[in-house]
């Protein structure tokens, strides 16, 4: 969320900024409804001033005996109530229009964030690995699901539509403990290798939480809502983030690191279409989180430590990868800058984006009033926010099954995934 004092000072840069982002130019209409905000501000404040004042000098003429005198007061005292009301309601009515739009404006890229106009402008920082060939003909990871499994196929598409529609499966057996496995294994290496805390949050949230990390106003379409007013999460960034909401955090204890395995779930409204068959693109899916909270000048330094962690994980589970810093037209509503790191598939036989790193600088902090101050100081600032995924579980799945197959349909497990298995080192072996 933008600070109207920084468009007032800055309406120029303001309109370049979103111009990155494709939008509008909205400085005038913004600096114009805030003008008429603050005459209407001020306006109130006389009045209230002036009925105050009133109110004392009713006191003053009835002790003089002045009836007439009172009176006219007491109308006028009447009159400013009426006024008063009304500018409360123009003035609660506007400030409620100038922040819902401020609210729905994207936030300001980084001057190194690369223009561009969608994921095909994106550009390559590094890659790790070699992509695995195989002297056979690779299969996605749907074909290779519902092949293997026992009494349920060990991914069961159908079923699961049975029971709720498009967009979900049913994980049975050893596949299902390959799911288990990846998640404990990011949990494990993120708390115990790199600092996170782990933290087990809510599914269910207000309204006021979504807002804050941005996916409200704009995004509603794409969030699940319950008829008691509580939304379902589309990723744990929105508890974690929101843990601190409204709260003044010391500088002396930052960054703050927090790690979540949860359920998310996602409308996919705007992806009719794309990934209709298969685990990539789905309505409920498992990922693991991170989440850092810092102060301004950490949080550059905190975006690159954050990526690495997430790729450990894949360097761990020995899949090529590559890291792409997304360009304008790519990078998500609350970012400011933001990594993507896409994996080899070799079903596919292309990478496919399985986790994304942000730095979001003090625009989430903004809409939820998180505040940090330096130890012995007075003033505060804002915190600085970042989410990453490390990584999403169901496409690292996806990308064990089809990177670890054999001619014959089995999987390999990775090695770091076997202290997780029971003894299980090849999946649909006989």
């Known amino acids: 969320m933008f600070d109207l004092k920084f468009i007032r000072e800055n309406p120029d840069e303001f309109d370049r900024a979103l111009a990155r982002r494709g939008e509008e130019a909205r400085a005038q209409e913004i600096l114009s409804m805030d003008k008429d905000h603050r005459a209407l501000q001020t306006e109130s404040q006389a009045a209230q001033a002036r009925r105050n004042e009133a109110s004392k000098l009713i006191g003053r003429a009835k002790g003089q005996g002045n009836e007439e005198e009172a009176q006219a007061l007491m109308a006028e005292v009447g009159e400013l109530k009426q006024k008063l009301a009304g500018f409360e309601d123009q003035e609660r009515t506007l400030g409620e229009q100038l922040n819902l739009i401020l609210m729905s404006l994207p936030n300001a890229l980084y001057d190194d964030v690369p223009d561009g106009a969608d994921e095909d402008d ?87 939480a979504l807002l804050g990390t941005g996916q409200l106003p704009k995004f509603g379409d794409d969030a699940f809502t319950t008829n008691t007013g509580h939304w379902l999460i589309p990723t744990s960034e929105v508890t974690l983030t929101n843990i601190h909401s409204g709260e003044i955090l010391d500088e002396a204890d930052m960054p703050i690191r927090m790690t979540a395995h949860g359920q998310c779930f996602r409308a996919e409204a705007g992806a009719a279409g794309r990934d209709t068959r298969g685990m990539i693109r789905q309505h409920q899916f498992e990922k693991v989180e991170m989440v850092s909270l810092t102060t301004p000048e950490q949080s550059d330094d905190e975006l690159e430590r954050m990526t690495g962690c997430a790729e450990e994980v894949l360097k761990q589970l020995d899949i090529a990868y590559r890291v792409m810093k997304l360009c304008s ?56 926010t970042l989410n990453g995924s490390g990584l999403a579980v169901g496409r690292t799945l996806v990308a064990v099954l089809e990177n670890y197959q054999q001619e014959d349909g089995t999987i390999t497990v990775p090695e770091a995934l076997l202290p997780y298995m029971g003894g299980v080192t090849v999946i649909g072996a006989k």
Request: glycine fraction near 12%.
């Open 329 to 384: 037209g790519d990078v998500g509503f609350g970012a400011r800058r933001t990594y993507d790191l896409e994996v080899w598939l070799p079903g596919q036989g292309k990478f496919r984006e399985i986790s994304s790193c942000s730095t979001c600088g003090d625009f989430q902090a903004r809409r939820m009033k998180m505040r940090c101050r330096p130890k012995g100081e007075k003033q505060t600032r804002f915190v600085h």
């Open 122 to 208: 994106n550009v390559e920082v590094r890659t790790w690995g070699t992509p695995r060939s195989f002297n056979f003909e690779a299969k996605e990871h749907f074909d290779l699901g519902e092949q293997l499994g026992g009494q349920l196929p060990g991914m069961d598409f159908e079923r699961a539509a049975k029971l709720s529609g498009s967009r979900f499966v049913i994980l049975s057996g050893e596949i299902a403990r390959l799911e288990r496995a990846l998640g404990q294994f990011m949990l494990d290496l993120h708390t115990r290798d790199h600092g996170y805390t782990e933290v087990l949050t809510p599914a269910l949230v207000r309204e006021s």
